[in-house]
């Protein structure tokens, strides 16, 4: 199957610091990636999709100022919590889907990365 | 918002069948059923998906039901690896495109 990675798998920074987490398909291309948190022993919450060459489209109560995210090519999504605070410590996950997949096609999940914020 | 209702939890004794159901009594004609799981602080993994036909793969067994109100993965023989928290989707979703949206799940806790 298709491998997604992201980076870094676990990051550890200062409140008021901004973190930037990588999502890349590593074996094929991927026009739409996603973005989910997951908070301790709760399930994952889609954050946004993230669509090459435009703007994300954010889920309702998610701040697009807070989580930027850029999808500048067809590889690489990037997930940047800006001015982070300790209730942004969560897992973050990406997935990507491949293109020309068909709505029915599934998803590929990265590894997710734990950021925890001091 | 998950369309699916799925138990909290579920044991399984080892080399045994887990059966895992899932409830999407307000699925449409045209969404499929999705099954992935999640080992503890890993990204979620497919396991397999149907839209009305019984499927199987080389992970598991999908059985929907003929009115398409409800599913049971099947695992034929868990191992301890298998343990997990087992999310069924109903995608795609004709009024939101292509995200997925999770539930709750089941953890599934195989025992030796």
């Known amino acids: 199957g298709a491998v997604v990675s992201q980076h870094p798998s676990w990051v550890i920074c200062k409140s008021g610091t901004s973190v930037k987490i990588e999502c890349r398909s590593l074996?094929?291309?991927?026009?739409?990636m996603f973005w989910y948190r997951q908070f301790p022993k709760q399930s994952l919450m889609l954050m946004a999709t993230?669509?090459?060459?435009?703007?994300?489209?954010?889920e309702q109560g998610v701040e697009k100022d807070k989580f930027l995210i850029n999808h500048a090519s067809l590889t690489l999504s990037t997930l940047t919590v800006t001015s982070a605070h300790p209730e942004d410590s969560s897992f973050y996950i990406c997935?990507?889907?491949?293109?020309?997949?068909?709505?029915?096609?599934?998803?590929?999940f990265g590894p997710g990365t734990r950021l925890t914020v001091l | 918002d998950a369309k699916t209702t799925q138990p909290p939890s579920m044991d399984c004794a080892e080399g045994r069948a887990a059966n895992l159901p899932c409830n999407h009594s307000t699925i449409s004609g045209n969404e499929y059923v999705y099954w992935y799981r999640q080992i503890h602080s890993q990204g979620p993994q497919y396991i397999i998906h149907?839209?009305?036909n019984n499927e199987t793969n080389e992970m598991a067994s999908l059985i929907i039901t003929e009115d398409r109100k409800s599913s049971t993965l099947i695992l034929p023989h868990a191992t301890l690896r298998d343990t997990a928290v087992y999310y069924c989707i109903v995608f795609p979703n004709p009024n939101t495109g292509n995200q997925f949206y999770f539930g709750t799940g089941t953890s599934l806790t195989v025992i030796p």
């Open positions: 074996d094929f291309q991927a026009t739409t």
């Open positions: 997935s990507a889907k491949q293109p020309f997949a068909g709505a029915t096609k599934e998803q590929f």
């Open positions: 149907g839209l009305k």
């Open positions: 993230s669509n090459e060459g435009s703007k994300a489209t954010y």
